[in-house]
């Protein structure tokens, strides 16, 4: 798993520990973030796997975390699933084609048949 940045996506290549205040080359992010953290899990008590750590509320601001472990920030981004969403519907049929509009797509749904 390559490490990214949650704003912009940008691939990182860091030797050695992310400090508090390292931010990307890219966007100037900061890095150190539990959002950009390979323990950030938003389904875990704290949306983190680390059971020790500390209570973070602010998980995209810069925190001083010494579990911090820079991780794949860029596949937490808000709609960064949709893509991979919409071929899905696309392959299984679910949901309107590019032709059809959302009307004729409801319309053949509840039609009876």
């Known amino acids: 798993?390559?490490?990214?940045?949650y704003r912009c996506g940008a691939t990182l290549d860091f030797d050695g520990p992310i400090?508090?205040?390292t931010?990307?080359?890219?966007?100037?992010?900061d890095l150190h973030a539990c959002i950009n953290c390979r323990h950030y899990d938003e389904?875990?008590?704290?949306?983190?796997r680390e059971p020790h750590a500390d209570l973070v509320v602010d998980k995209e601001g810069?925190?001083?975390c010494d579990l911090y472990?820079?991780?794949?920030?860029?596949?937490?981004?808000?709609?960064?699933n949709k893509a991979a969403k919409d071929?899905?519907?696309?392959?299984?049929g679910e949901g309107p084609t590019k032709e059809q509009s959302s009307?004729?797509?409801?319309?053949?749904?509840f039609k009876k048949k």
């Not at 798993?1 to 940045?5: E, I």
């Not at 931010?23 to 992010?29: I, K, L, N, R, V």
């Not at 389904?43 to 983190?48: E, L």
């Not at 071929?87 to 299984?92: E, I, P, Q, V």
């Open 103 to 109: 009307r004729d797509a409801l319309e053949a749904l």
């Open 43 to 48: 389904s875990a008590g704290r949306a983190c």
């Open 69 to 80: 472990q820079l991780g794949d920030g860029a596949s937490r981004r808000r709609g960064s």
């Open 19 to 21: 400090g508090r205040r």
């Open 1 to 5: 798993m390559a490490a990214t940045c």
């Open 23 to 29: 931010s990307c080359p890219e966007c100037d992010f």
């Open 87 to 92: 071929a899905l519907h696309a392959l299984f």
């Open 62 to 64: 810069p925190n001083a």
